[in-house]
Protein backbone atom coordinates (compact mmCIF):
# COMPACT_ATOMS: atom_id res chain seq x y z
CA UNK A 1 0.00 0.00 0.00
CA UNK A 2 1.33 3.50 -0.76
CA UNK A 3 -0.60 4.71 2.50
CA UNK A 4 0.01 3.67 5.94
CA UNK A 5 -2.88 3.95 8.11
CA UNK A 6 -2.47 5.84 11.42
CA UNK A 7 -5.43 5.15 13.91
CA UNK A 8 -6.01 5.43 17.53
CA UNK A 9 -8.77 5.09 19.57
CA UNK A 10 -10.86 6.33 22.18
CA UNK A 11 -13.27 3.87 23.87
CA UNK A 12 -16.41 4.94 26.12
CA UNK A 13 -17.61 2.24 28.93
CA UNK A 14 -20.48 2.83 31.60
CA UNK A 15 -19.40 1.21 34.74
CA UNK A 16 -22.13 -0.76 36.43
CA UNK A 17 -22.33 1.36 39.70
CA UNK A 18 -25.65 1.14 41.29
CA UNK A 19 -25.80 5.33 41.61
CA UNK A 20 -24.54 7.86 38.88
CA UNK A 21 -21.25 9.81 38.69
CA UNK A 22 -22.16 12.71 41.13
CA UNK A 23 -25.89 12.06 42.45
CA UNK A 24 -27.70 8.90 44.19
CA UNK A 25 -29.98 8.07 41.16
CA UNK A 26 -30.02 5.18 40.31
CA UNK A 27 -27.17 4.48 37.04
CA UNK A 28 -29.58 1.44 35.16
CA UNK A 29 -31.91 3.31 33.07
CA UNK A 30 -31.81 0.56 29.94
CA UNK A 31 -35.34 -0.34 29.78
CA UNK A 32 -36.57 2.27 32.00
CA UNK A 33 -39.07 4.88 31.05
CA UNK A 34 -38.01 8.35 30.13
CA UNK A 35 -36.89 10.55 32.22
CA UNK A 36 -37.53 8.61 35.42
CA UNK A 37 -34.01 8.19 36.82
CA UNK A 38 -32.93 12.15 36.83
CA UNK A 39 -32.79 15.12 39.96
CA UNK A 40 -31.84 18.15 39.96
CA UNK A 41 -28.32 17.23 39.69
CA UNK A 42 -28.25 14.98 36.59
CA UNK A 43 -30.59 17.60 34.45
CA UNK A 44 -27.96 20.49 35.73
CA UNK A 45 -30.81 22.83 37.55
CA UNK A 46 -29.57 26.12 39.18
CA UNK A 47 -27.50 25.72 42.30
CA UNK A 48 -27.61 21.62 42.42
CA UNK A 49 -23.95 20.39 43.83
CA UNK A 50 -22.25 17.56 42.25
CA UNK A 51 -20.77 14.80 44.94
CA UNK A 52 -18.26 12.23 43.18
CA UNK A 53 -19.05 8.63 43.18
CA UNK A 54 -15.90 7.06 45.40
CA UNK A 55 -16.74 3.33 43.50
CA UNK A 56 -16.56 4.63 40.15
CA UNK A 57 -13.49 6.77 40.60
CA UNK A 58 -11.84 3.63 42.27
CA UNK A 59 -13.05 1.46 39.78
CA UNK A 60 -11.71 3.90 37.17
CA UNK A 61 -8.24 3.44 38.89
CA UNK A 62 -8.82 -0.39 38.54
CA UNK A 63 -9.16 -0.54 34.66
CA UNK A 64 -6.25 2.24 34.52
CA UNK A 65 -3.96 -0.21 37.09
CA UNK A 66 -4.90 -3.33 34.77
CA UNK A 67 -3.16 -0.90 31.18
CA UNK A 68 -0.10 -1.10 33.33
CA UNK A 69 -0.71 2.85 33.30
CA UNK A 70 0.46 5.49 35.94
CA UNK A 71 -2.42 6.65 39.11
CA UNK A 72 -0.85 10.17 39.12
CA UNK A 73 -0.81 11.28 43.01
CA UNK A 74 -2.89 14.76 42.07
CA UNK A 75 -5.86 14.65 39.55
CA UNK A 76 -9.11 16.62 39.17
CA UNK A 77 -12.15 17.28 37.21
CA UNK A 78 -12.79 19.73 34.44
CA UNK A 79 -15.48 21.60 32.74
CA UNK A 80 -15.76 20.41 28.82
CA UNK A 81 -18.00 23.21 27.44
CA UNK A 82 -20.08 22.51 24.56
CA UNK A 83 -23.95 22.72 23.64
CA UNK A 84 -25.90 20.01 22.51
CA UNK A 85 -29.01 19.10 23.05
CA UNK A 86 -28.67 15.87 25.89
CA UNK A 87 -26.10 18.19 27.95
CA UNK A 88 -28.96 19.61 30.32
CA UNK A 89 -25.67 21.41 31.73
CA UNK A 90 -24.19 23.15 28.78
CA UNK A 91 -20.79 21.41 29.65
CA UNK A 92 -19.99 17.74 30.72
CA UNK A 93 -17.76 16.86 34.14
CA UNK A 94 -14.78 15.16 32.74
CA UNK A 95 -11.20 15.74 32.90
CA UNK A 96 -8.08 17.03 30.47
CA UNK A 97 -5.00 17.54 32.02
CA UNK A 98 -4.54 15.50 35.26
CA UNK A 99 -6.62 12.61 34.95
CA UNK A 100 -6.80 9.80 37.51
CA UNK A 101 -4.85 7.41 35.12
CA UNK A 102 -2.23 7.76 31.95
CA UNK A 103 0.89 6.37 30.52
CA UNK A 104 -0.21 2.94 30.02
CA UNK A 105 -0.04 0.39 27.35
CA UNK A 106 -1.70 -2.87 26.19
CA UNK A 107 0.40 -5.97 23.99
CA UNK A 108 -1.35 -7.36 21.52
CA UNK A 109 -0.70 -11.38 20.49
CA UNK A 110 2.07 -10.20 18.02
CA UNK A 111 3.83 -8.35 20.43
CA UNK A 112 2.88 -4.97 19.84
CA UNK A 113 3.06 -2.62 22.65
CA UNK A 114 -0.28 -0.35 21.88
CA UNK A 115 0.41 2.89 24.58
CA UNK A 116 -2.73 3.85 26.22
CA UNK A 117 -2.68 8.02 26.52
CA UNK A 118 -5.14 8.35 29.57
CA UNK A 119 -7.97 6.81 31.59
CA UNK A 120 -10.00 9.44 32.77
CA UNK A 121 -13.18 9.22 34.89
CA UNK A 122 -16.86 11.06 32.95
CA UNK A 123 -20.32 11.77 33.32
CA UNK A 124 -22.72 10.64 30.48
CA UNK A 125 -25.03 12.30 28.52
CA UNK A 126 -28.95 12.28 28.08
CA UNK A 127 -30.09 10.21 24.70
CA UNK A 128 -31.79 11.28 21.83
CA UNK A 129 -34.96 9.45 20.42
CA UNK A 130 -35.41 10.66 16.55
CA UNK A 131 -39.19 9.62 16.23
CA UNK A 132 -42.69 10.57 14.33
CA UNK A 133 -45.20 12.06 16.73
CA UNK A 134 -48.68 13.37 15.22
CA UNK A 135 -47.07 13.04 11.41
CA UNK A 136 -43.74 15.26 12.37
CA UNK A 137 -40.40 13.66 12.84
CA UNK A 138 -39.03 15.28 16.14
CA UNK A 139 -35.88 14.53 18.41
CA UNK A 140 -36.98 13.44 22.28
CA UNK A 141 -34.31 13.35 24.92
CA UNK A 142 -34.26 11.17 27.35
CA UNK A 143 -32.00 12.14 30.65
CA UNK A 144 -32.10 8.83 32.64
CA UNK A 145 -28.87 7.92 30.92
CA UNK A 146 -27.06 11.52 32.05
CA UNK A 147 -24.45 11.20 34.63
CA UNK A 148 -24.01 7.55 34.59
CA UNK A 149 -20.40 7.26 34.98
CA UNK A 150 -18.56 7.05 32.14
CA UNK A 151 -14.56 5.82 31.55
CA UNK A 152 -12.64 7.23 28.58
CA UNK A 153 -9.39 5.21 27.78
CA UNK A 154 -7.15 6.79 24.59
CA UNK A 155 -4.63 5.23 23.04
CA UNK A 156 -1.77 6.46 21.36
CA UNK A 157 -2.45 6.58 17.27
CA UNK A 158 -0.20 3.28 17.30
CA UNK A 159 -2.68 1.03 14.82
CA UNK A 160 -2.14 0.62 11.64
CA UNK A 161 -4.82 -1.86 10.36
CA UNK A 162 -8.69 -2.82 11.45
CA UNK A 163 -7.22 -6.35 12.99
CA UNK A 164 -4.99 -4.74 15.51
CA UNK A 165 -7.84 -2.91 16.32
CA UNK A 166 -10.43 -5.09 16.74
CA UNK A 167 -7.60 -7.77 19.03
CA UNK A 168 -7.55 -4.81 21.20
CA UNK A 169 -10.90 -3.78 22.04
CA UNK A 170 -12.07 -7.66 22.52
CA UNK A 171 -8.93 -7.33 25.18
CA UNK A 172 -10.15 -4.12 27.05
CA UNK A 173 -14.07 -5.91 26.95
CA UNK A 174 -12.60 -9.04 28.12
CA UNK A 175 -10.37 -6.99 30.95
CA UNK A 176 -13.25 -5.09 32.20
CA UNK A 177 -15.51 -7.69 32.77
CA UNK A 178 -12.96 -9.80 34.18
CA UNK A 179 -12.60 -6.37 37.22
CA UNK A 180 -16.73 -6.88 36.81
CA UNK A 181 -16.97 -2.94 36.79
CA UNK A 182 -19.16 -2.96 33.96
CA UNK A 183 -20.88 -5.15 31.39
CA UNK A 184 -20.10 -3.82 29.08
CA UNK A 185 -22.42 -4.61 26.36
CA UNK A 186 -21.96 -2.91 23.09
CA UNK A 187 -25.92 -3.28 22.01
CA UNK A 188 -27.01 -1.43 24.97
CA UNK A 189 -24.52 1.39 24.41
CA UNK A 190 -22.64 0.35 27.54
CA UNK A 191 -18.99 0.22 25.71
CA UNK A 192 -18.67 2.83 22.36
CA UNK A 193 -16.24 2.72 20.19
CA UNK A 194 -14.42 6.11 18.05
CA UNK A 195 -11.57 5.37 15.70
CA UNK A 196 -9.49 8.23 14.80
CA UNK A 197 -8.21 7.54 11.40
CA UNK A 198 -5.51 9.14 9.21
CA UNK A 199 -3.00 8.06 6.43
CA UNK A 200 0.78 8.95 5.99
CA UNK A 201 2.80 8.31 2.74
CA UNK A 202 5.12 4.82 3.62
CA UNK A 203 8.21 5.73 4.96
CA UNK A 204 6.87 8.78 6.82
CA UNK A 205 7.10 8.91 10.59
CA UNK A 206 5.63 12.40 11.05
CA UNK A 207 1.87 12.75 12.09
CA UNK A 208 -0.75 13.67 9.10
CA UNK A 209 -2.24 16.66 9.46
CA UNK A 210 -6.01 15.74 10.17
CA UNK A 211 -7.58 13.25 11.44
CA UNK A 212 -11.19 11.66 10.86
CA UNK A 213 -13.19 10.33 13.92
CA UNK A 214 -15.63 7.73 13.71
CA UNK A 215 -18.06 8.37 16.46
CA UNK A 216 -20.64 6.16 18.46
CA UNK A 217 -19.55 2.57 17.03
CA UNK A 218 -21.04 -0.32 18.56
CA UNK A 219 -19.67 -3.70 17.27
CA UNK A 220 -16.29 -5.01 16.59
CA UNK A 221 -17.14 -5.64 13.05
CA UNK A 222 -18.36 -2.54 12.50
CA UNK A 223 -15.33 -1.10 13.44
CA UNK A 224 -13.32 -2.80 10.91
CA UNK A 225 -15.92 -2.06 8.13
CA UNK A 226 -15.71 1.24 9.16
CA UNK A 227 -11.99 1.70 9.29
CA UNK A 228 -11.61 -0.26 6.16
CA UNK A 229 -13.54 2.16 4.35
CA UNK A 230 -12.22 5.33 5.49
CA UNK A 231 -8.75 3.85 4.57
CA UNK A 232 -10.21 3.75 1.03
CA UNK A 233 -12.08 6.94 1.19
CA UNK A 234 -8.93 8.45 2.17
CA UNK A 235 -6.44 7.15 0.12
CA UNK A 236 -8.85 8.11 -3.02
CA UNK A 237 -8.65 12.11 -2.15
CA UNK A 238 -4.93 11.92 -1.29
CA UNK A 239 -4.10 10.52 -4.81
CA UNK A 240 -5.75 13.15 -5.83
CA UNK A 241 -4.02 15.76 -3.73
CA UNK A 242 -6.67 16.47 -1.34
CA UNK A 243 -6.11 16.62 2.39
CA UNK A 244 -9.47 14.78 3.58
CA UNK A 245 -11.38 16.98 5.69
CA UNK A 246 -10.96 17.18 9.41
CA UNK A 247 -14.41 16.09 10.93
CA UNK A 248 -16.29 13.83 12.98
CA UNK A 249 -18.41 11.21 10.83
CA UNK A 250 -21.08 8.29 11.60
CA UNK A 251 -20.84 4.57 10.24
CA UNK A 252 -23.86 3.93 8.44
CA UNK A 253 -24.49 0.10 8.16
CA UNK A 254 -27.31 -0.01 5.97
CA UNK A 255 -25.15 1.74 3.53
CA UNK A 256 -21.54 0.38 4.65
CA UNK A 257 -20.26 3.75 4.28
CA UNK A 258 -19.65 6.45 6.82
CA UNK A 259 -20.86 9.64 6.82
CA UNK A 260 -20.10 13.35 7.13
CA UNK A 261 -21.41 14.52 10.72
CA UNK A 262 -19.68 17.84 11.60
CA UNK A 263 -16.26 19.71 11.73
CA UNK A 264 -14.08 17.71 14.52
CA UNK A 265 -13.40 20.27 17.72
CA UNK A 266 -9.65 20.78 19.22
CA UNK A 267 -9.54 20.65 22.41
CA UNK A 268 -9.22 24.23 22.72
CA UNK A 269 -12.31 23.90 21.26
CA UNK A 270 -14.26 23.55 24.72
CA UNK A 271 -12.62 25.96 26.34
CA UNK A 272 -11.60 23.20 29.57
CA UNK A 273 -11.14 24.60 32.79
CA UNK A 274 -10.86 22.90 36.55
CA UNK A 275 -14.32 22.15 37.98
CA UNK A 276 -14.89 24.67 41.10
CA UNK A 277 -17.83 23.01 42.76
CA UNK A 278 -15.11 20.14 42.57
CA UNK A 279 -11.49 20.08 44.91
CA UNK A 280 -8.69 18.50 43.34
CA UNK A 281 -7.87 15.07 44.62
CA UNK A 282 -4.44 14.54 46.33
CA UNK A 283 -3.95 10.60 46.52
CA UNK A 284 -1.50 9.01 49.54
CA UNK A 285 0.33 6.07 48.09
CA UNK A 286 -0.97 3.53 50.55
CA UNK A 287 -4.29 4.33 49.62
CA UNK A 288 -3.61 3.54 45.92
CA UNK A 289 -1.86 0.46 46.72
CA UNK A 290 -5.29 -0.47 48.71
CA UNK A 291 -7.40 0.08 45.51
CA UNK A 292 -4.37 -2.16 43.86
CA UNK A 293 -5.30 -5.16 46.26
CA UNK A 294 -8.41 -5.15 44.23
CA UNK A 295 -7.57 -6.55 41.43
CA UNK A 296 -8.20 -9.83 40.62
CA UNK A 297 -5.92 -12.30 38.44
CA UNK A 298 -6.20 -10.93 34.87
CA UNK A 299 -7.34 -12.48 31.25
CA UNK A 300 -3.26 -12.98 30.38
CA UNK A 301 -2.15 -14.11 33.91
CA UNK A 302 -4.83 -16.94 34.75
CA UNK A 303 -4.30 -18.18 30.98
CA UNK A 304 -0.51 -18.66 31.84
CA UNK A 305 -1.22 -20.03 34.90
CA UNK A 306 -3.88 -22.47 33.46
CA UNK A 307 -1.11 -23.82 30.93
CA UNK A 308 1.51 -24.32 33.51
CA UNK A 309 -0.82 -25.52 36.37
CA UNK A 310 -3.25 -27.66 34.61
CA UNK A 311 -0.86 -29.09 31.40
CA UNK A 312 -3.41 -27.47 29.37
CA UNK A 313 -2.30 -26.69 25.47
CA UNK A 314 -2.99 -22.75 24.69
CA UNK A 315 -5.81 -23.18 22.50
CA UNK A 316 -8.22 -24.78 25.17
CA UNK A 317 -6.73 -22.32 27.90
CA UNK A 318 -7.32 -19.38 25.81
CA UNK A 319 -11.15 -20.72 25.64
CA UNK A 320 -11.18 -21.12 29.43
CA UNK A 321 -10.12 -17.73 30.68
CA UNK A 322 -12.02 -15.95 27.81
CA UNK A 323 -14.93 -15.00 30.31
CA UNK A 324 -14.24 -14.88 34.79
CA UNK A 325 -17.36 -17.15 34.96
CA UNK A 326 -16.28 -19.56 32.73
CA UNK A 327 -12.90 -19.93 34.44
CA UNK A 328 -13.82 -20.12 37.68
CA UNK A 329 -16.24 -22.63 37.06
CA UNK A 330 -13.24 -24.82 35.61
CA UNK A 331 -11.15 -24.62 38.62
CA UNK A 332 -14.20 -25.73 41.16
CA UNK A 333 -14.59 -28.48 38.62
CA UNK A 334 -11.07 -29.77 39.27
CA UNK A 335 -10.74 -29.29 42.54
CA UNK A 336 -14.04 -31.74 42.92
CA UNK A 337 -12.44 -33.84 40.31
CA UNK A 338 -9.24 -34.57 42.08
CA UNK A 339 -11.25 -36.59 44.71
CA UNK A 340 -12.40 -38.55 41.70
CA UNK A 341 -8.89 -39.05 40.20
CA UNK A 342 -10.36 -36.80 36.74
CA UNK A 343 -7.17 -35.04 35.25
CA UNK A 344 -8.05 -31.51 34.74
CA UNK A 345 -7.46 -32.17 31.01
CA UNK A 346 -10.15 -34.07 30.61
CA UNK A 347 -12.63 -31.69 32.32
CA UNK A 348 -11.50 -29.01 30.38
CA UNK A 349 -12.20 -30.86 26.89
CA UNK A 350 -15.75 -31.88 28.26
CA UNK A 351 -16.64 -27.96 28.71
CA UNK A 352 -15.06 -27.15 25.32
CA UNK A 353 -16.41 -29.90 23.18
CA UNK A 354 -19.78 -30.75 24.77
CA UNK A 355 -20.62 -26.66 25.37
CA UNK A 356 -21.21 -27.27 28.93
CA UNK A 357 -23.69 -25.01 30.18
CA UNK A 358 -22.31 -23.62 33.72
CA UNK A 359 -25.80 -21.87 34.11
CA UNK A 360 -28.00 -24.83 34.28
CA UNK A 361 -24.70 -27.72 34.96
CA UNK A 362 -23.16 -27.67 38.60
CA UNK A 363 -19.23 -28.31 38.58
CA UNK A 364 -20.26 -31.53 40.77
CA UNK A 365 -22.63 -32.43 38.34
CA UNK A 366 -20.18 -32.22 35.61
CA UNK A 367 -17.82 -34.42 37.19
CA UNK A 368 -20.12 -37.14 37.97
CA UNK A 369 -21.26 -37.49 33.70
CA UNK A 370 -17.82 -37.72 33.50
CA UNK A 371 -16.61 -40.23 35.73
CA UNK A 372 -19.95 -42.51 34.81
CA UNK A 373 -18.97 -42.62 31.48
CA UNK A 374 -14.87 -42.45 32.50
CA UNK A 375 -15.26 -45.29 34.58
CA UNK A 376 -17.25 -47.66 31.53
CA UNK A 377 -15.33 -47.03 28.74
CA UNK A 378 -12.02 -47.69 31.85
CA UNK A 379 -13.40 -51.51 32.24
CA UNK A 380 -12.66 -53.95 29.58
CA UNK A 381 -15.61 -55.85 28.47
CA UNK A 382 -14.10 -59.44 29.27
CA UNK A 383 -13.20 -57.99 32.69
CA UNK A 384 -16.84 -57.16 33.22
CA UNK A 385 -18.10 -60.81 31.97
CA UNK A 386 -15.83 -62.21 34.21
CA UNK A 387 -17.19 -61.22 37.25
CA UNK A 388 -20.57 -61.76 35.84
CA UNK A 389 -20.16 -65.56 35.57
CA UNK A 390 -18.42 -65.49 39.15
CA UNK A 391 -21.64 -64.23 40.78
CA UNK A 392 -24.09 -66.75 38.76
CA UNK A 393 -21.86 -69.48 39.63
CA UNK A 394 -21.95 -68.48 43.27
CA UNK A 395 -25.75 -67.80 43.06
CA UNK A 396 -27.40 -71.11 41.30
CA UNK A 397 -30.63 -70.91 43.20
CA UNK A 398 -31.14 -67.31 42.30
CA UNK A 399 -29.66 -68.25 39.00
CA UNK A 400 -33.16 -70.83 38.97
CA UNK A 401 -35.29 -68.99 40.36
CA UNK A 402 -34.85 -66.53 37.91
CA UNK A 403 -34.98 -69.09 35.05
CA UNK A 404 -38.04 -69.86 36.70
CA UNK A 405 -39.89 -66.66 36.17
CA UNK A 406 -38.90 -64.63 39.02
CA UNK A 407 -37.98 -61.31 37.96
CA UNK A 408 -36.74 -59.68 40.78
CA UNK A 409 -34.36 -62.57 41.03
CA UNK A 410 -32.66 -60.77 38.10
CA UNK A 411 -32.33 -57.61 39.93
CA UNK A 412 -30.63 -59.35 43.37
CA UNK A 413 -28.13 -60.73 40.50
CA UNK A 414 -27.68 -56.71 38.77
CA UNK A 415 -26.98 -55.67 42.42
CA UNK A 416 -24.59 -58.72 43.22
CA UNK A 417 -22.40 -57.80 40.09
CA UNK A 418 -22.78 -53.73 40.94
CA UNK A 419 -21.01 -54.77 44.21
CA UNK A 420 -18.51 -56.66 42.90
CA UNK A 421 -17.31 -53.79 39.88
CA UNK A 422 -17.74 -50.98 42.46
CA UNK A 423 -19.87 -48.87 40.22
CA UNK A 424 -17.18 -48.91 37.30
CA UNK A 425 -20.45 -50.25 34.87
CA UNK A 426 -23.98 -48.99 33.84
CA UNK A 427 -26.25 -51.10 35.99
CA UNK A 428 -28.76 -51.31 32.59
CA UNK A 429 -25.07 -52.92 30.86
CA UNK A 430 -25.57 -55.32 33.44
CA UNK A 431 -28.89 -56.21 33.31
CA UNK A 432 -28.44 -56.94 29.58
CA UNK A 433 -25.12 -59.19 29.62
CA UNK A 434 -26.88 -61.13 32.56
CA UNK A 435 -30.21 -61.88 30.41
CA UNK A 436 -28.05 -62.93 27.20
CA UNK A 437 -25.68 -65.54 29.73
CA UNK A 438 -28.85 -66.51 31.53
CA UNK A 439 -30.82 -67.19 28.14
Given amino acids: MYYQPVIGLEVHVELKTKSKMFCTCSAIYFGQKPNTQT ?24 IGMSLHCEIPFLAKFDRKNYFYPDLAKGYQISQYDEPFCQSGYMVLSSGKRIGIRRAHMEEDTGKLLHETVDGKKVSLIDFNRSGVPLVEIVTEPHFTNAVEVKEYLQKLQQIVRYLAVANADMEKGEMRLEPNISLRKMGETELPGYKVEVKNINSFSFVEKAITFEIARQAKLLDTDTLPVQETRGWDEDQKLTVSQRNKEEAADYRYFPEPDIPPFVWEKTYIEQVRKQLPELPEAKQKRFNATYSLPGYNAEI ?8 DYFEEA ?24 IETVLPATLIKEIKSVEVVEELPEDTLKKIINNVIDSHGKVVTDYRNGKENALMFLVGQVMKEVKGKAKAETVREALINLLK
Fill in 334 to 357: VKIGKIHAIEAKKIANWMINKKID
Fill in 39 to 62: CPVCLGLPGALPVPNKQAIEWCML
Fill in 320 to 327: LTRERTVA
